[in-house]
């Protein structure tokens, strides 16, 4: 997780000075409940999702677009 914020942070200024951007994480959708089994797993997808909403939010007035895929089972 602390890769993919550290990502995020680099690439959205280089967006910034070319006036806009998209940004794409991957998460899971499945790992939003926690699992006994794996539980850092849960935990760090659940991280992304909410660095994604976290960004997104911040970047928009820059016409910077952050959004996850968070594939299901298939």
Do not use: W
């Not at 970047?59 to 089972?73: F, K, M, S, T, Y």
């Amino acid at each position: 997780m602390f890769g993919v914020a550290l990502v995020i942070k680099e690439i959205a200024l280089h967006m910034i000075r070319k006036n806009g951007g998209k940004i794409s994480n991957i998460a899971a959708v499945v790992r939003r409940q926690g699992h006994p089994n794996c539980p850092h797993d849960s935990t760090s997808k659940v991280a992304v999702i909410n660095l994604t909403q976290a960004y997104g939010l911040g970047l928009a007035p820059l016409n910077i677009n952050v959004n996850a895929i968070c594939p299901g089972l298939v």
